[in-house]
């Protein structure tokens, strides 16, 4: 990947984890909800997500947010024309937004997020995605188990076969090529990633690019999950840190707060030597655990704010 590359940003910021999206939603101030679209778009954001779902401190009824999607997604497109990425996963919900979604008001069209095997009405959400033409984020961090249960994925081969599936049944139901798919591999706090499993997503990126049946995919992550945890003066520099290293494995789209950390550090950056570090500490040695490899992981990086 070019050093100046810069990934596709869904902004993120409508959204409950945030105070200002928390603060809108309980007054259903659609106004505070305006001024974080115009916001993003002001700030350089591609694509804005809509997520109304509850958090540790905040209930919300799916009966709430079908009530409130009539009045919100009209408003936004008053002020904004970049498509909207609808996050829940509930299809009552997705089925609510598309209707109120119009594609002549958006440079191009929304977002469905998202798929994945554990959804219960993955074929309705299929059929929305032929409905409406959307985008689609698939999450690769499922996959099927051989007695047709779900788990999660531990190896690059399994989040690969699980989006060819999704690529091929969008393809053939949906009429999706590749270039509307963005695959989502996960990425966890590093400071609770005691399984590899950021180093596990990376390598998901560089067999996706591998993949000839996969060109022209997106792949995304949640950006600001990364540095959850992880003291201020250093967690939008480590964010900045992975987007540079993620780019290079073949990131193209990210789903971040655009005031904060979308634009990538230089691959020669000393805080990307450092997160590089870490993550290689992760790395599983011959004949030792997980856990094992997970805490001298996390060893690694205390040392980098210590």
């Known amino acids: 990947m070019a050093q100046n590359q810069t990934p596709t940003i869904i902004g993120e910021l409508m959204n409950h984890s945030y105070a200002r999206a928390r603060k809108a939603w309980q007054k259903r101030d659609i106004a505070g909800y305006q001024k974080l679209a115009k916001l993003q778009t002001e700030l350089g954001a ?34 904004t024309n970049l498509p909207i990425s609808f996050d829940n996963p509930d299809v009552a919900f997705h089925k609510e937004a598309l209707k109120h979604f119009d594609s002549a008001k958006s440079v191009a069209k929304p977002i469905l997020n998202s798929l994945a095997v554990s959804r219960d009405d993955l074929d309705e959400m299929i059929e929305l995605v032929a409905q409406y033409e959307t985008h689609v984020i698939v999450m690769v961090s499922e996959c099927s188990t051989e007695s047709g249960g779900m788990a999660a994925t531990t190896t690059p081969e399994q989040a690969r076969d699980i989006a060819c599936h999704f690529a091929e049944r969008l393809s053939k139901e949906a009429n999706v090529d590749t270039d509307r798919i963005i695959l989502d591999p996960g990425l966890p ?24 049946e996969l060109d022209g995919v ?7 999950n990364l540095a959850f945890g992880t003291p201020k003066e250093v967690r939008h520099e480590m964010e900045r840190a992975y987007l540079a290293i993620a780019l290079d494995a073949g990131l193209d789209w990210a789903l971040a707060n655009p005031e904060k950390n979308t634009t990538p550090l230089d691959l020669s950056d000393p805080m990307v030597a450092k997160l590089n570090d870490v993550l ?26 210590k």
């Open 46 to 79: 591609s694509y804005l997500t809509l997520n109304l779902d509850g958090t540790q401190t905040l209930n919300v009824a799916i009966e709430e947010m079908l009530n409130f999607l009539p009045e919100l997604v009209p408003a936004l497109q008053e002020v």
């Open 189 to 212: 706090p590093i400071t609770s990633d005691l399984k590899g499993l950021i180093n596990l997503g990376l390598d998901i990126m560089k067999l996706v690019r591998a993949t000839s």
């Open 218 to 224: 997106h792949i995304s992550v949640g950006l600001s």
């Open 280 to 305: 290689e500490q992760g790395r599983l040695q011959p004949g030792e655990t997980e856990d094992i490899a997970g805490y001298r992981q996390l060893e690694a990086l205390m040392g980098i704010w």
